[in-house]
Protein backbone atom coordinates (compact mmCIF):
# COMPACT_ATOMS: atom_id res chain seq x y z
CA UNK A 1 0.00 0.00 0.00
CA UNK A 2 1.02 3.58 -0.61
CA UNK A 3 0.47 6.23 1.96
CA UNK A 4 0.12 10.39 0.88
CA UNK A 5 -0.75 12.38 3.86
CA UNK A 6 -1.89 15.95 3.64
CA UNK A 7 -4.04 18.79 4.84
CA UNK A 8 -1.38 20.14 7.18
CA UNK A 9 -0.40 24.29 7.36
CA UNK A 10 -0.40 27.31 9.15
CA UNK A 11 -2.58 27.72 11.57
CA UNK A 12 -3.46 29.65 15.30
CA UNK A 13 -3.64 28.92 18.37
CA UNK A 14 -6.71 27.16 19.24
CA UNK A 15 -7.68 26.54 15.70
CA UNK A 16 -8.73 23.32 13.95
CA UNK A 17 -7.35 21.00 11.47
CA UNK A 18 -8.05 17.83 9.47
CA UNK A 19 -4.90 15.45 8.30
CA UNK A 20 -6.23 13.39 5.12
CA UNK A 21 -3.83 9.90 4.30
CA UNK A 22 -5.25 8.50 0.83
CA UNK A 23 -4.21 5.14 0.27
CA UNK A 24 -3.62 3.74 -2.77
CA UNK A 25 -2.80 -0.31 -3.72
CA UNK A 26 -4.85 -2.05 -1.36
CA UNK A 27 -7.82 -1.60 1.17
CA UNK A 28 -7.22 0.26 4.32
CA UNK A 29 -9.85 -2.47 5.89
CA UNK A 30 -6.28 -4.64 5.73
CA UNK A 31 -4.38 -2.51 7.94
CA UNK A 32 -4.18 -1.00 11.33
CA UNK A 33 -3.84 2.23 10.28
CA UNK A 34 -1.80 5.23 12.90
CA UNK A 35 -0.53 9.07 12.79
CA UNK A 36 2.66 9.79 13.99
CA UNK A 37 4.33 13.06 14.45
CA UNK A 38 8.11 14.49 14.69
CA UNK A 39 8.98 17.50 15.88
CA UNK A 40 13.15 18.73 15.31
CA UNK A 41 15.01 16.92 17.57
CA UNK A 42 12.46 14.62 18.99
CA UNK A 43 11.51 10.71 18.20
CA UNK A 44 8.65 10.74 16.21
CA UNK A 45 5.49 10.15 18.42
CA UNK A 46 2.50 8.14 18.51
CA UNK A 47 -0.64 10.36 18.28
CA UNK A 48 -3.57 7.75 17.45
CA UNK A 49 -4.82 4.44 15.24
CA UNK A 50 -7.37 2.92 14.32
CA UNK A 51 -8.37 -1.15 13.61
CA UNK A 52 -8.93 -2.72 10.35
CA UNK A 53 -12.53 -1.95 10.41
CA UNK A 54 -12.52 0.87 12.59
CA UNK A 55 -14.51 -0.10 15.22
CA UNK A 56 -11.75 0.65 18.26
CA UNK A 57 -9.44 3.49 18.33
CA UNK A 58 -6.35 4.32 20.60
CA UNK A 59 -4.98 7.74 21.49
CA UNK A 60 -1.76 9.22 23.03
CA UNK A 61 -3.04 10.76 26.21
CA UNK A 62 -0.87 14.16 24.79
CA UNK A 63 -3.74 13.77 22.46
CA UNK A 64 -7.11 12.60 23.60
CA UNK A 65 -10.15 14.45 23.42
CA UNK A 66 -8.37 16.78 21.08
CA UNK A 67 -7.64 14.76 18.00
CA UNK A 68 -9.79 12.02 16.22
CA UNK A 69 -8.90 9.46 14.13
CA UNK A 70 -11.28 7.90 11.34
CA UNK A 71 -11.60 5.99 8.34
CA UNK A 72 -13.86 6.52 5.22
CA UNK A 73 -13.72 2.70 3.71
CA UNK A 74 -15.83 3.64 0.62
CA UNK A 75 -12.66 6.19 -0.06
CA UNK A 76 -10.20 4.97 1.36
CA UNK A 77 -9.08 7.34 3.43
CA UNK A 78 -8.25 8.15 6.70
CA UNK A 79 -8.68 11.16 8.95
CA UNK A 80 -6.94 12.97 11.70
CA UNK A 81 -9.63 15.59 13.39
CA UNK A 82 -7.18 18.10 14.91
CA UNK A 83 -8.96 20.61 17.44
CA UNK A 84 -7.81 23.24 20.37
CA UNK A 85 -4.14 23.52 18.50
CA UNK A 86 -1.71 24.58 20.75
CA UNK A 87 2.17 25.67 19.54
CA UNK A 88 3.74 22.80 20.75
CA UNK A 89 1.73 20.57 18.43
CA UNK A 90 3.77 21.90 16.01
CA UNK A 91 5.17 19.18 13.96
CA UNK A 92 5.60 17.17 10.67
CA UNK A 93 2.83 14.65 10.80
CA UNK A 94 2.88 10.77 9.30
CA UNK A 95 0.20 8.16 8.74
CA UNK A 96 1.56 4.59 8.64
CA UNK A 97 0.38 1.19 7.99
CA UNK A 98 0.71 -2.00 9.23
CA UNK A 99 -0.44 -5.91 8.17
CA UNK A 100 0.75 -6.97 11.07
CA UNK A 101 -1.03 -7.68 14.80
CA UNK A 102 0.75 -6.59 17.70
CA UNK A 103 -0.13 -6.26 21.21
CA UNK A 104 1.16 -2.47 20.74
CA UNK A 105 -0.09 0.51 18.28
CA UNK A 106 2.15 2.88 19.51
CA UNK A 107 5.07 1.70 18.63
CA UNK A 108 6.46 3.38 15.59
CA UNK A 109 8.74 0.59 14.26
CA UNK A 110 5.80 -1.86 14.20
CA UNK A 111 4.38 -0.25 11.17
CA UNK A 112 5.82 -1.28 7.82
CA UNK A 113 4.35 1.57 5.83
CA UNK A 114 4.70 4.90 5.50
CA UNK A 115 3.54 8.41 4.00
CA UNK A 116 5.53 11.29 3.28
CA UNK A 117 4.31 13.78 6.31
CA UNK A 118 2.36 16.95 6.41
CA UNK A 119 3.79 19.78 8.00
CA UNK A 120 1.75 21.36 10.58
CA UNK A 121 2.98 25.19 12.51
CA UNK A 122 0.72 26.14 15.24
CA UNK A 123 1.67 29.85 16.36
CA UNK A 124 0.55 31.79 19.18
Known amino acids: VQLQASGGGSVQTGDSLRLSCAAS????????MGWFRQAPGTEREFLAA????????SYADSVRGRFTISKDKTKNLVYLQMNNLQPEDTAIYYCAATQKVWSSRSIASHYEYWGQGTLVTVSS
Open 50 to 57: SSRNGGST
Open 25 to 32: GRSITNYL
